[in-house]
């Protein structure tokens, strides 16, 4: 495997920021596109534009034929046990929201929800909005100083009124990867139904989503090297059937009239109006990208960055390094003593290296250590040791420049 | 007394020397260095501006016609470009400030840091010093 060849598939990946030349540490937010994915899109809309399903012409059957194409791709990649069970939408945010409103609806009140403390916002706010909504509890799974979840308290927090508990596969802030086999484990003991938010997990991890046995699965495409505006929700095909539609229109219809409304089946059920025809075609290009690496020697090549990473930066005086679980992917969120972190990350930016700075949509996580928020290095397999070397020599420039 | 459009040149000027980034930024950082801090007791609430990265505390007075500001932030390149803004609003009538429309910010490539989407405070701490100058006004 040769990652300099991954690299030239990347076409951002070679331009310049600031007259240098761009070092990417932004996967955690999205991800670069390769040329394959890039040259897809463009195909699709110079030749094959059309609206899909239903469509008696040519092109329209071509563009359903290779939307559908792509979901059979992604469900063969997570190893979803039929097609339905893979339904598109914008994103993780709109996959677990669809969740929050469909599977809420069967909820009653006094149900419960369980959460862990490094949540995204995103599977925060849509559990929230639906217990106020329900008059439903929701349960906080919490962590340690190390950033790894205290699972030995998921047992008293799990009771018969649990419905559903959701967690993040991996901490988009600290890394951890969390064993969500043992989550769904627990959590099915007592008949709760479990969603995993795995937007940063496709690309880092081996997912099979039959292996895992969770109910739900939400990713996004932008983050796993395809557009943006298109992500995966999967469900088990008896739980998607009991379900309510998430939004009216188009598509999700069996038969309408002006009083009453059929649904369609699944996955159409819930994939109302014209949807991201490009974005689902692009991602089953991405998939197909990834298909043809080898993850395991990538998900080694990543590991080799996180621990050259994390042994680089703690050489840095005052260095503090958040997120310190025994089982972490390549993410390294720090901070240093002096500095704050939107001054190193605009230096860092004008020396050509993207790195995200702030809370990173976890609030919860910067209270509990009561910091703003910090720096954070995220990589994905087409990043390199030489990358990370230029990000600590531009550190030794920067920190003497920022404390007093 | 020079007039905002004077100073906002003068700037202009000092900036003019530096070809690179970074030199440019080490000047920044020396001026949120030398800028007056507000003491901690007086970052009160209301004087706080929340941006998502940086925060901003500022307060206002009008002292014989004139306006007068201090203000701070928890990072200093963001405190740096206050430190300018100060240099170019403070001690002008409240009128010349409301109207100032502060080209300087873009002239010396720094406009990216007064960007809404940046979300450091300090859009909100130059409409909030307008603010502050408008209500002298009527």
New interface residues.
């Given amino acids: 495997m040769n990652i300099n060849e991954i690299r030239a598939q990347f076409p951002t990946l070679h331009r310049e920021v600031n007259g240098k030349p761009l070092v990417y540490f932004d996967n955690g937010a999205t991800s670069q596109k390769p040329q394959s994915v890039i040259d897809r899109i463009t195909q699709y809309y110079t030749d094959e534009n059309a609206n899909i399903h239903r469509g008696v012409h040519t092109l329209s059957q071509e563009a359903t034929s290779n939307y559908e194409s792509a979901r059979k791709t992604i469900q063969d990649y997570i190893g979803a046990s039929s097609e339905v069970e893979i339904i598109f939408t914008k994103g993780t945010t709109d996959s677990i929201n669809l969740v929050a409103h469909s599977f809420g609806e069967l909820m009653q009140a006094g149900d419960e929800v369980v959460i862990s403390a490094m949540e995204h916002h995103s599977n925060i706010v849509p559990w929230q909005m639906l217990c106020e909504k329900k008059d439903c509890k929701l349960k906080i799974l919490p962590m340690n100083e190390q950033g790894e979840l205290l699972l030995d308290e998921l047992d008293q927090l799990l009771t018969d009124r649990t419905k559903l508990v959701a967690v993040t596969h991996i901490s988009n802030s600290l890394g951890t990867i969390n064993d969500v086999d043992e989550i769904i484990r627990k959590a099915h003991n007592v008949g709760a139904k479990v969603l995993i938010d795995g937007a940063q997990s496709v690309q880092h991890l081996d997912v099979d989503v039959g292996k895992l046995d969770c109910d739900f699965y939400a990713f996004s495409g932008h983050k796993l090297f395809g557009p943006t505006g298109v992500g995966i929700l999967y469900g088990k095909r008896e739980l998607l059937e009991q379900m309510p539609p998430y939004q009216g229109g188009g598509d999700m219809i069996k038969e309408v009239t002006l009083e009453k409304t059929t649904y369609n089946t699944l996955p159409h059920k819930f994939e109302a109006g014209t949807p991201n025809i490009a974005g689902g075609i692009g991602l089953g290009a991405a998939f197909e990208f990834l298909s043809k690496l080898d993850m395991s020697a990538l998900v080694e090549h990543e590991q080799d960055l996180l621990d050259y990473a994390t042994e680089q930066l703690e050489k840095i005086d005052g260095l503090k390094i958040y997120g310190t679980a025994k089982t972490k992917t390549s993410v390294v969120s720090f901070l240093i003593e002096g500095t704050h972190p939107y001054d190193v990350g605009t230096l860092l930016d004008k020396l050509g290296i993207a790195v995200r700075t702030g809370h990173h949509c976890t609030q919860p996580v910067m209270q509990f250590y009561n910091i703003p928020g910090t720096i954070r290095a995220s990589f994905a397999f087409y990043n390199t040791r030489e990358e990370i070397d230029r990000m600590i020599a531009a550190l030794d420039r920067i920190i003497p420049m920022l404390k007093d | 007394m020079d007039t905002i459009t004077e100073k906002e040149e003068a700037i202009i000027d000092e900036f003019s020397i530096y070809d690179d980034?970074?030199d440019k930024?080490?000047y920044i950082?020396e001026l949120g260095?030398d800028l007056p801090l507000i003491d901690d007791d007086q970052k009160t609430e209301d004087k706080l501006i929340k941006g998502?990265?940086?925060?901003v505390w500022l307060s206002a007075e009008k002292r014989d016609g004139k306006m007068k500001y201090t203000a701070d932030s928890?990072?200093?390149?963001?405190k740096g470009i206050i430190a300018l803004l100060i240099r170019v609003l403070n001690n002008e009538k409240p009128e010349d400030i409301a109207k100032a429309e502060l080209r300087f910010i873009k002239a010396i490539g720094l406009q990216e840091?007064l960007s809404p989407t940046r979300s450091?405070g300090l859009v909100s701490m130059v409409k909030q010093m307008k603010m502050n100058a408008l209500k002298q006004v009527s």
């Fill in positions: 980034w970074m930024y080490e950082i260095k998502c990265q940086s925060r928890d990072a200093i390149i963001t840091h450091n």
